[in-house]
T-cell receptor, first 113, second 114 residues
C-alpha cells in the first residue's frame, strides 16, 4: 500500500542515548516533515524538507537533526536524548502544490527515561 | 506557537446528531485543512479548503471558511460511533517562510455515543 512508513513504532531510550527515526514515502512527494505530538496538544513541526537536498528548521528543532537521504527517505536523529523529548513523532509528506493535504505515517512512540 | 485554536476542546454527542467544530487562526493562509486522528493512530487528511473558497463538501463533511474572520468550521452530519476521534485544523501560510508548512491547532476530541 502506498503511504508513509515509519520505524520503529516504539522505542525506550535512556537519557543521553542517541537514535535515528526512519521515514520513507513511496508517493513521489517532494516535501517531507517531522512533527512531534505531546499529550493534549496539536502537532509541532520539528524540521522539514521542501525538496531533496534541502532541510529547514521548524518550530521546535533544538535537540534534533535531520537528513534527507534521497527523495523517498527523511530521517530524524536525536543525538543525546532528554526526557523532554518523550513524545510521539510523526513523519509526513506532501506534493508541491499542497493540493491534497499531507500523508502521515503511523508514528513512533518514544520514551526517554 | 500554534496558529490555530479550536473550539470546543471536547464534544460529546449521540449517534445521529450533527457535530460542529470551530477553528480560528492568526495569519493569512494559502489553505486550511482538517485531519482526523483515532486514538493511538496517525492523522488522516479529511478535506482541504483554499483561501478563495468559502464552502466545501465531502460526504458527511461540510467545511466553511471565513477569511475575514480568520475562522473555519467543520460540520459532521448524522454522526456515527466510528466518528469518535480527535479532529485538528491546520493551516498553510500564504507565503514567505510559512509556505507549504502545516501549522496545527490543539484539536477537538469528539465522542459519539451509540
Amino acid at each position: 500500500n502506498a503511504g508513509v512508513t515509519q520505524t520503529p513504532k516504539f522505542q525506550v531510550l535512556k537519557t543521553g542515548q542517541s537514535m535515528t527515526l526512519q521515514c520513507a514515502q513511496d508517493m513521489n512527494h517532494n516535501s517531507m516533515y517531522w512533527y512531534r505530538q505531546d499529550p493534549g496538544m496539536g502537532l509541532r513541526l520539528i524540521y522539514y524538507s521542501a525538496s531533496e537536498g534541502t532541510t529547514d528548521k521548524g518550530e521546535v528543532p533544538n535537540g534534533y537533526n535531520v537528513s534527507r537521504l534521497n527523495k523517498r527517505e527523511f530521517s530524524l536523529r536525536l543525538e543525546s536524548a532528554a526526557p523532554s523529548q518523550t513524545s510521539v513523532y510523526f513523519c509526513a509528506s506532501s506534493d508541491v502544490g499542497q493540493h491534497y493535504g499531507y500523508t502521515f505515517g503511523s508514528g513512533t512512540r518514544l520514551t526517554v527515561v | 506557537s500554534q496558529q490555530g485554536e479550536e473550539d470546543p476542546q471536547a464534544l460529546s454527542i449521540q449517534e445521529g446528531e450533527n457535530a460542529t467544530m470551530n477553528c480560528s487562526y492568526k495569519t493569512s493562509i494559502n489553505n486550511l485543512q482538517w485531519y482526523r486522528q483515532n486514538s493511538g493512530r496517525g492523522l488522516v487528511h479529511l478535506i482541504l479548503i483554499r483561501s478563495n473558497e468559502r464552502e466545501k463538501h465531502s460526504g458527511r463533511l461540510r467545511v466553511t471558511l471565513d477569511t475575514s474572520k480568520k475562522s473555519s468550521s467543520l460540520l459532521i452530519t448524522a454522526s456515527r460511533a466510528a466518528d469518535t476521534a480527535s479532529y485538528f485544523c491546520a493551516t498553510v501560510g500564504a507565503g514567505g517562510t510559512s509556505y507549504g508548512k502545516l501549522t496545527f491547532g490543539q484539536g477537538t476530541i469528539l465522542t459519539v455515543h451509540p
